[in-house]
């Protein structure tokens, strides 16, 4: 009688792991899919700022049509050079993107 309740035991806990690690690996792959459109969101924010600066013209911003957006951009002219900053969402996954040109 104990025996059985030792192996089990011990079946549970081992299903118990088991079933966190497959949790923990869906929601990675959510996640990387979330990640992989802000990160788009953030880049395409860029290059339209890299166009405006490098075309001098006035160009819409870019629409976002697959649940993402563009949540901040700035570009700040330094000795350095154009520093273009932008964060893309998608989901509640954040990515940002800083450029120096």
Do not use: C
Request: glycine share 6%.
């Amino acid at each position: 009688m104990l025996i059985t309740l030792l192996i089990l035991s011990a079946a549970f806990l081992i299903a118990m792991a088991l079933g966190g690690l497959v949790l923990y690996e869906l929601k990675s792959s959510i996640y990387t899919g979330e990640s992989t459109k802000a990160y788009y969101a953030a880049e395409s924010a860029v290059e339209w700022e890299l166009f405006q600066h490098i075309k001098s013209g006035e160009n819409d911003f870019p629409i976002m049509n697959n649940d993402t957006s563009i949540e901040s951009y700035s570009a700040v002219t330094t000795t350095e050079g154009l520093t273009i900053t932008a964060v893309g969402k998608s989901g509640v996954t954040y990515r940002a993107l800083q450029v120096t040109y």
